[in-house]
Each structure stands twice: as C-alpha cells, then as structure tokens.
Nanobody, 124 residues
Framework: QVQLVESGGGLVQAGGSLRLFCVDS????????IGWFRQAPGRQREFVAA????????YYSDSVRGRFTISRDNAGNTAYLQMNSLKPEDTSFYYC?????????????????WGRGTKVTVSS
C-alpha cells in the first residue's frame, strides 16, 4: 500500500520560501494522484494543490495559485510543493495524500492515504 511521509517544513519570515517533500515507501506511486492539504488547529482541512499521476495536470486553490507549485518525480517516488511569497496565513500543518481514482482533486474524501504532516510557520 501507499505510505507517505512529509518533510521540509519549518519557520520562515513573510515573503520567504519553503519546499515540502512527500516520499512514498510503497510500490505503486505513479498509480495515484497526489494532493497537498493544510489544517491549522481548530480549523477545517483545506485543499492546497494536486497533481495527476503522470505529473502533467495540476490544480490549485485560489489562495495559493501563482505562489505555490506542485510537482512530482515518479522515479524517486516523491512529490513536491514549492511555496514562494509565503504569508502568515499560510501557517499550518501540511499533509500530502494519495488519490487512487484521479477524481474530485479538491475533495478530501477522494484521498485514500495520508501522511502525518509537516509544520509550516510564517512569521510577520
């Protein structure tokens, strides 16, 4: 099965950049679309970005479009989230997840497997 581990979170000042990593220790990574979601304490989990299995299709929430870029390297079983021009409101735990059906990319219910998250803090 898919097993996802996120890394790359940390503390940055507003306007800075971070690159998040999502590594799959399973054996069928390219069979899944990958999404990034974020959830702050006491808040609902929200969609951030998604990439299709081949890496040719990408989707973004309105709040991050133009600032974040999602990509993947199937040979390395890794998905990435490049975050530029970070804002304090981007502060959250970020999770990667695997979608087996390539449908409803913005819906949390479409994702079968989830990582444990990595913390991103953006100071003002």
């Amino acid at each position: 099965q898919v097993q996802l581990v996120e890394s790359g979170g940390g503390l940055v000042q507003a306007g800075g950049s971070l690159r998040l990593f999502c590594v799959d220790s399973g054996r069928m990574f390219s069979s899944y679309a990958i999404g990034w979601f974020r959830q702050a304490p006491g808040r609902q989990r929200e969609f951030v970005a998604a990439v299709t299995g081949s890496g040719t299709g990408t989707y973004y929430s309105d709040s991050v479009r133009g600032r974040f870029t999602i990509s993947r390297d199937n040979a390395g079983n890794t998905a990435y989230l490049q975050m530029n021009s970070l804002k304090p409101e981007d502060t959250s735990f970020y999770y990667c997840a695997a979608n087996p059906n390539f449908k409803a990319y913005t819906n949390t219910a479409s994702y079968m497997y989830w990582g444990r998250g990595t913390k991103v803090t953006v100071s003002s």
